[in-house]
């Protein structure tokens, strides 16, 4: 594979960061995700203003212009060949060559990290015929979780124990309303009305979220944007998550609870395709 680092393309085995580098010392770092499917990036100018944000707020400086990241990601996804799959993308503070819990001077340069994932059959993925069943787990994480730092120790854990349950993902859940899952947004349905928390600094402004609830308003689709407990999301009639990764994955099943009549809903089903059909 070949990969990017601070204006390098290189083989994988041959790119190398700091060992100082604040990304790697204190995930002093943010990243994106954009997904590729036919060759193409999906929503690349929707990430690149995420990106923008996440630096801005944690007052780092950007690498470089946004013109140039699409170009870095398009130069590595045809140097991959890849078709279906996913650029990763990640900024680090980078680092004046010590460990300091003070930031380097402002002049230090940023770390830019970008890599390919092949993904074949990304698009028709037999998960989501299936569905994912979700646990339900406390979310400790800090609070400024709109920040999409690369601090994602405790949502790995949280996928950990999904897994040793016997189950897909985990939904957190904090004051007794859950807020997204371990990487995507969470959403059920009920009588038709798509219910799904409302941004704020608890959760990630989901960049997959914003073009799925444009759609849904498209197709005359009810959307409530509210805080819901996982009690009313087990009641439901389907649920679902939205990501770069996985676009819309259904959702089957909550802490044991079946929702429906345990198979992907219908509503969750239609948006996936809706959503794949508009991206192509
Ligand atoms: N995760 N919430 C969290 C906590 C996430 O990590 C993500 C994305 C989302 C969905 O955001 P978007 O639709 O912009 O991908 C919500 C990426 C895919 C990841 O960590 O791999």
Redesign the pocket.
């Known amino acids: 594979r070949t990969v990017y680092v601070n204006g390098a393309y290189l083989p994988e085995t041959e790119a190398t960061i700091s060992i100082f580098d604040r990304g790697f010392l204190m995930a002093d770092a943010v ?1 994106e ?1 954009t997904s590729v499917l036919d060759g193409k990036l999906i929503d690349f100018e ?2 690149a203003v ?1 990106l923008q944000r996440s630096l801005d707020e944690l007052e780092m400086a950007a690498p470089c212009t946004q013109e140039e990241l699409l170009e870095i990601h398009r130069k590595l996804v045809e140097l991959n060949d890849i078709d279906e799959g996913l650029v990763y993308l990640q900024v680090t503070r980078g680092s004046d060559g010590d460990r300091d819990f003070v930031f380097p001077s402002a002049d230090t340069k940023p770390s830019l990290v970008l890599f390919t994932q092949n993904k074949p059959g990304l698009a028709d993925n037999p998960a989501a015929k299936k569905g994912a069943k979700i646990i339900s787990i406390e979310d400790i994480r800090w609070g400024r ?1 709109d920040i ?1 730092t690369v601090q ?1 120790l405790y ?1 790995s854990m949280g996928k950990m124990m999904a897994k040793k349950a016997g189950c897909d993902d985990a939904w957190m859940v904090e004051d007794g309303y859950v807020t ?6 969470a959403y059920f349905v009920k009588d038709g009305v798509i219910v799904t928390r409302p941004l704020s600094n608890d ?2 402004h ?4 914003k073009a799925v609830l444009r759609m849904a308003a498209e197709a005359q689709l009810k959307i409530e944007e509210r805080l819901f407990t996982i009690e009313e999301a087990q009641a439901a009639d389907e649920a679902f998550t ?4 996985a676009f819309v994955m259904p959702v089957v099943e909550i802490d044991g609870v079946a929702l429906g009549d345990g198979t992907p809903g219908p509503i969750a089903s239609r948006l996936r395709e809706i959503y794949l059909d508009e991206s192509r």
């Open positions: 990243y995700v929707g990430h995420r979780r999409k994602l949502p997204e899952g371990t990487s995507n947004n959760i990630l989901g960049i997959t979220r939205t990501s770069a990764s």
